[in-house]
């Protein structure tokens, strides 16, 4: 069983905000302004979008908070991109010149856990939670690093405050369904399951991780079902077609 992927955030600054804090005139400020906009630019090409961020660092050598992001946003192009040495770089820059980025850290973190490097993620996810303790990504991530290291007490632990935070997100009830299953844990599994599928019904993988635990439960009717409705929703899903045949549906 494995946990819901994680979540990179983007950071937001409005385009007159921009022109008024950058200490240039009114035709570079707009010229900055522009770059930023295409940086932001979401059905632009990524490329392109990473050229205008580092236009923007390059120009705003002595203003921090243009500088900061510019380097947030090509950092999450380079995350997404696959270049992950490169979005650390430009997180850490981040840090340094803003070291009460939550976000920064938040990211960071995400891509020393991409990169399997656990320690370094929850020491992100941990300080990203004391500059912003109210958010409920950090800590069902930061669960996830813990599970992935097998400690499924702080894991579990970390989903169960992001429950608490916003009880809305599915991710934390599967996330926590997957590590109370780990532990044998079954009826509580399939209750968080059961929380999981009434938030996100179209969710073929609680559909999959829950019929597994009614496996367990000897319960192999509930088991199909669910194995079923995964069909319904992946037709192609092979942990259930699997699971299917074994059952002897």
């Known amino acids: 069983m494995r946990a819901e992927p994680r979540r990179t955030r983007w950071t937001d600054m409005p385009l007159a905000l921009w022109l008024l804090v950058a200490p240039l005139n009114v035709a570079g400020a707009q010229a900055i302004a522009d770059q930023l906009a295409h940086c932001k630019n979401e059905g632009a090409a990524a490329q392109a979008r990473i050229e205008a961020c580092s236009q923007v660092i390059a120009a705003t050598k002595d203003d921090d908070d243009l500088r900061t992001e510019a380097l947030l946003q ?22 340094k010149l803003d070291p009460a980025s939550a976000v920064a850290y938040f990211n960071r973190g995400n891509v020393h856990d991409q990169m399997g490097e656990r320690d370094r993620a929850i020491a992100d996810y941990t300080e990203a939670i004391r500059l912003d303790p109210s958010d409920p990504d950090v800590f069902n991530n930061r669960g996830q ?36 299953a780990n532990r044998g844990q079954y009826e509580l599994a399939v209750a968080d399951f059961d929380e999981a599928i009434r938030l996100d019904p179209r969710d073929a993988e609680a559909y999959v991780s829950r019929g597994a635990v009614y496996e367990e439960l000897g319960n ?18 092979d942990e259930a077609k699997d699971a299917l045949a074994r059952l002897g549906d």
């Open 145 to 180: 690093a813990y599970d992935a290291k097998g400690e499924a007490d702080l894991a579990i632990a970390d989903y169960t405050q992001s429950i608490q935070l916003n009880r809305e997100n599915p991710r934390a009830f599967f996330n926590r369904g997957l590590a109370y």
């Open 220 to 237: 192999n009717d509930a088991a199909r079902a669910d194995y079923r409705k995964a069909l319904e929703i992946v037709p192609d899903h």
């Open 74 to 95: 090509r950092g999450v192009l380079y995350e997404f991109g696959g270049d992950k040495d490169a979005a650390i770089a430009d997180y850490t820059e981040v840090i």
